[in-house]
T-cell receptor, first 114, second 115 residues
Framework: DSGVTQTPKHLITATGQRVTLRCSPR?????VYWYQQSLDQGLQFLIQ???????AKGNILERFSAQQFPDLHSELNLSSLELGDSALYFC?????????????FGQGTRLTVV | DQQVKQNSPSLSVQEGRISILNCDYT??????FLWYKKYPAEGPTFLIS?????DKNEDGRFTVFLNKSAKHLSLHIVPSQPGDSAVYFC??????????????FGSGTQLTVLP
């Protein structure tokens, strides 16, 4: 158990809909990172929050947004969903602002858009 | 454009033998390399890393070799155990280590260790 909790584990929704994925970081970790893993692809960095503030942005679509709340949990909002958004979405957390060997991943949310 | 490539989607090895997982990269700015292991229904977990100032790093049964001139790294697992069966991801980043934006992952290799 990495200590990073992601909910839900599975999500099936229709095109055009909006969903929210949730991540609770390990206790004491200030940074949360979101990654997307599409079929047969590596993990693609989406966005990082550090202590409530956006720290870094990757290949995140405009239809996607995220935030980190005062209790440090984070939510990734995906809207106007398309079939191609079907993927595994991972959250990771680390104590500092660095994505390094101290970062731990959650078990992921598998999103299926039909 | 895939900057980190793992050309073998899968690899099967007999228990007790050596497993060799390969990774190639194209970005000459990459200076630090990491391997992650992922079991089904779990997130990736950090396994071992290597800086470009070294050509080898060893941790128990796991050794990572780096050939900078060939832009190639490999992970050796000796001896392989059934519990090593997982997907292995290679990742790379320029130094200084730390920017999530700059951590580039390969597509992974599914290792199956046969009893």
């Amino acid at each position: 158990d990495s200590g990073v909790t992601q909910t839900p584990k599975h999500l099936i929704t229709a095109t055009g809909q909006r969903v929210t994925l949730r991540c609770s970081p390990r206790s004491g970790d200030l940074s949360v990172y979101w990654y997307q893993q599409s079929l047969d692809q590596g993990l693609q960095f989406l966005i990082q929050y550090y202590n409530g503030e956006e720290r870094a942005k990757g290949n995140i679509l405009e239809r996607f947004s995220a935030q980190q709340f005062p209790d440090l949990h984070s939510e990734l909002n995906l809207s106007s969903l398309e079939l191609g958004d079907s993927a595994l979405y991972f959250c990771a957390s680390s104590p500092s602002g660095q994505m390094n060997t101290e970062a731990f991943f959650g078990q992921g949310t598998r999103l299926t858009v039909v | 454009d895939q900057q980190v490539k793992q050309n073998s989607p899968s690899l099967s090895v007999q228990e007790g033998r050596i497993s060799i997982l390969n990774c190639d990269y194209t970005n000459s700015m990459f200076d630090y390399f990491l391997w992650y292991k992922k079991y089904p229904a779990e997130g990736p977990t950090f396994l071992i890393s290597i800086s470009s100032i070294k050509d080898k790093n060893e941790d128990g049964r796991f050794t990572v070799f780096l050939n900078k001139s060939a832009k190639h790294l490999s992970l050796h697992i000796v001896p392989s155990q059934p519990g090593d069966s997982a997907v292995y991801f290679c990742a790379a980043t320029p130094l200084p280590l730390g920017s999530a934006r700059q951590l580039t992952f390969g597509s992974g290799t599914q290792l199956t260790v046969l009893p």
